[in-house]
């Protein structure tokens, strides 16, 4: 089965890679989407780990609660950089599909 991007509840560290070679790197931006609910829109340091942090569902600080019951991804996370110039890099996102539910046996 496909679990590439499947997570469960806890705080997971992504690096994210940045670079700029004429004027340099000013600033980064880190944006969390949940369920079409912006959890986190913020500066974060350039070109190092970022944590993100899924559920549980009563949780108001995580990044990512919503469970994704039909299999389709319900939490995005979107990184941009700015360089010194101001120019901006293209947004990078990934899509991120919730599991907060153990399976059971029988």
Do not use: H, M
């Amino acid at each position: 089965s496909d679990n590439t991007y499947w997570f469960k509840e806890g705080t997971y560290q992504i690096f994210v890679g940045d670079s700029d070679a004429l004027s340099g790197l000013d600033v980064c931006k880190i944006l969390a989407i949940d369920n079409g609910t912006t959890k986190r829109n913020e500066i974060r340091t350039c070109n190092s780990s970022v944590s993100i942090k899924v559920g549980p569902k009563n949780d108001t600080t995580a990044d990512c609660k919503t469970e994704s019951a039909t299999g389709a991804p319900t939490c995005t996370i979107v990184v941009t950089a700015f360089d010194k110039a101001g120019n901006e890099s293209l947004s990078v996102s990934k899509s991120l599909r919730i599991d907060l539910t153990a399976p059971t046996a029988q």
